[in-house]
């Protein structure tokens, strides 16, 4: 076994951080270590740029600007960072904000101790995880509606006909390896089409993209 | 409007001193004229921030145009009036070289109306380096001293009372008295007191005195009050939030602790709580629904009615259904072929809940231009289809013969001990749109919180 993947937790609820903390901790999983925690985005920026952690799960609603703020201060000072949005918040435009701020995905913090933990090593591996919800979002996101601007560069502002089977799969609640079995093609192809529609997510300057988050913002 | 949308999407939207973004997404600040660092007023600090360029040029800019009959003068002297004050009770000196600067540029604004007027710019030059000028400084420190007296009223309500300050009361008085001496020299030098409309004269200029002396606190005051309305607005419609949440949550955290014993219980009261909870922040169908929604009556859209179902779902049989729809469309008038399909759904979902043993299905549908596709999936003990006794209507009647009825289709894959998945598709006839849309008479299963409007909250 590598060395284990270092992960910091970002949250301003102390109770969760001890939580997840915990939970982790009781999984004995010597794939992760926790090495430290923060409250605030001062607090966070100042610690991760020193503690330099490969995983940074974080909080997308917190006081001082949110997840983002962290996210956009820390990349400045340690781009090496990956960072995963843990958030009780479905908010579409939340979602959507921390991932095209750089985030390698985003989870619930329903998410079960155990999948918390594949989905920490399956990002500090270079994959994206995509939790049912945001696979949702970003098909809705990408989906064609009447009326709808004309695409600045396709490649960027389309989805393949092969990733919206995957993202499709993965909303129904399939497993790599089942979408794999599913589509016959290797998990390796499926993890390079999930990093694909990150990337497309995070860079494209699809008008829809946006408007589509605005429309769903109610707070 | 294709140029570059990424910003907007990446602004944060509550911050009210935010009144937009710029072309590089970077927000633009309201102008205020921020206590820290200023030298006179704040107005040229104020404007730098507003605009993103270096004070030291606002600064000249004021200083040159000073050059055209005190242009730059008055300008400042009206966005002094006109600007409010930048919330905040800290008060940072500027650093002496920034003081030093700053007066400097005063000193040569200053000059350069004096120079602008000799040089036959314009006939003030008497009355400015005269005792209008007097007046003006008078003026200067009547409304420095407001900015003060309000930073202190926020300070008070901030952090308790704070004591008097005698420096203030100094200030009011010399600048009165500035001002009443200045304007009087002036009027003496200039009107002949004793012809003619010289009372009127002396009323006038007295007016304009008690205009400079009493105006600014008339201003802020206005303006305070204002801010309070808005303020008291806020927290009345925070109060009424809080008010059903808390009754809500309350209720259910009573509950569970009443029946802590048993484990199904409380994992069914969280769960509704939660459903609750979401719909009231992000809408019924768990985030808000497709622009132009607004047209649809009511809920009746399938991603609220396949929400409510799963709620229901949720709440008879203590599972966790992860409900994700993509799109939208109107669900149409009672028994039409939306009803049915969210019919065929709940009742699938009702299947997996009774006979998978695996508390957790995902709900996924799809809206598309010409058909809704519904996926129900569990991970339970899945079942061989011909074992299925005759008996058991609820997978031939309830799903396969209701879709069938509406020219829709049933597929249903499952294996033994990994799961079953339920795939239902309809086509569409009804969209989203300037269609007219029906109210349903089959009634919601579970009354839907109502969502603040969205326009109402978002102009907040």
């Keep these: ?219 | 409007m294709v140029t570059s949308p990424a910003p907007t999407l990446l602004t944060p939207p509550t911050d009210p001193r935010v009144v937009g973004v710029d072309r590089h997404g970077d927000p633009i600040h309201r102008l205020v004229r921020p206590v820290a660092g200023r030298i006179v007023g704040g107005v040229a600090i104020g404007i730098a921030e507003h605009l993103r360029v270096r004070v030291l040029w606002v600064r000249l800019a004021f200083a040159v145009l000073a050059l055209l009959s005190g242009v730059g003068v008055l300008a400042y002297a009206m966005l002094w009036i006109f600007v409010p004050q930048g919330v905040g009770t800290e008060l940072t000196r500027p650093s002496a070289t920034e003081r030093r600067q700053g007066l400097g540029i005063s000193a040569v604004g200053a000059a350069l109306a004096v120079l602008g007027t000799t040089l036959g710019l314009g006939q003030s030059l008497g009355w400015i380096v005269g005792p209008l000028g007097l007046a003006a400084v008078g003026g200067a420190f009547i409304w420095r001293e407001a900015d003060d007296a309000q930073r202190q009223r926020w300070r008070r309500s901030a952090v308790g009372v704070v004591g008097e300050r005698r420096s203030g009361l100094w200030r009011i008085l010399g600048g009165t008295i500035l001002v009443v001496g200045g304007l009087a020299v002036f009027a003496l030098g200039q009107f002949d007191v004793g012809a003619t409309g010289g009372a009127l004269v002396a009323v006038a200029l007295t007016l304009v005195g008690v205009a400079i002396i009493a105006v600014p606190w008339w201003i802020r005051l206005v303006r305070d009050l204002g801010a309070e309305r808005r303020e008291l607005v806020v927290q009345q419609e925070r109060a009424e939030i809080a008010a059903h949440l808390h009754d809500s949550v309350l209720q259910t955290l009573a509950l569970i602790q009443r029946q802590a014993a048993e484990p199904r219980e409380v994992l069914r009261l969280a769960r509704s709580q939660e459903r609750e909870l979401r719909s009231w922040l992000y809408g019924p169908a768990g985030y808000a629904t497709v622009a132009g929604s607004d047209q649809v009556v009511g809920d009746a859209t399938v991603a609220v009615a396949l929400a409510a179902a799963a709620g229901e779902v949720e709440d008879t049989y203590a599972v966790k259904v992860t409900p994700v729809v993509v799109g939208d469309a109107a669900m149409g008038g009672g028994g039409s072929d939306m009803h049915a399909l969210v019919a065929a759904a709940r009742e699938a979902m009702i299947n997996a809940a009774k006979h998978a043993g695996n508390p957790e299905i995902s709900l996924y549908a799809e809206v598309e231009e010409d058909a809704v596709t519904v996926f129900v999936r569990d991970r339970g003990v899945g079942f061989d289809e011909n074992t299925v006794g005759t008996d058991r209507r609820g997978l031939a009647e309830s799903i396969r013969g209701r879709m069938d009825r509406h020219h829709g289709r049933a597929t249903i894959r499952s294996t033994p001990g990994v799961g079953t998945e339920v795939e239902l598709w309809m086509p569409i006839a009804v969209r989203i749109g300037p269609a007219p849309a029906q109210t349903p008479t089959v009634p919601d299963p579970i009354p839907v919180t109502p969502t603040p409007d969205p326009k109402q909250v978002s102009s907040r």
């Design chain 1, 1 to 219: 076994m590598s060395t284990p993947v270092s992960v910091f937790l970002v949250d301003d609820h102390a109770l969760f951080r001890a939580g997840v903390r915990a939970e982790l901790a009781g999984l004995a999983d010597d794939r992760i270590v926790v090495v430290g925690e923060a409250g605030t985005v001062g607090e966070a920026v100042v610690r991760i740029t020193a503690e330099r952690p490969a995983v940074v799960l974080l909080d997308v609603h917190m006081p001082d600007g949110g997840g983002r703020a962290v996210l956009q201060q820390v990349h400045a000072r340690y781009p090496e960072a990956v960072f995963l949005a843990l958030s009780v918040s479905d908010a579409a435009e939340d979602v959507i904000n921390v991932i095209r701020a750089g985030a390698r995905g985003y989870v619930t913090k329903t998410i079960s101790a155990t999948e918390l933990a594949d989905a920490v090593v399956r990002v500090a591996g270079g994959d994206a995880v995509f939790s049912p919800r945001l696979a949702g979002f970003v098909l809705d996101a990408f989906s064609d509606r009447p009326g709808a601007a004309p695409l600045v560069d396709p490649e960027l502002d389309m989805l393949s006909p092969r990733e919206r089977e995957v993202l499709r799969l993965l909303a129904r609640g399939y497993a790599y390896k089942e979408i794999a079995s599913q589509l016959f093609i290797s998990i390796k192809t499926v993890e390079t089409h999930v990093s694909s529609v990150l990337r497309k997510t995070q860079m494209s300057n699809r008008y829809e993209l946006s408007r589509w988050a605005t429309d769903r913002r109610l707070v």
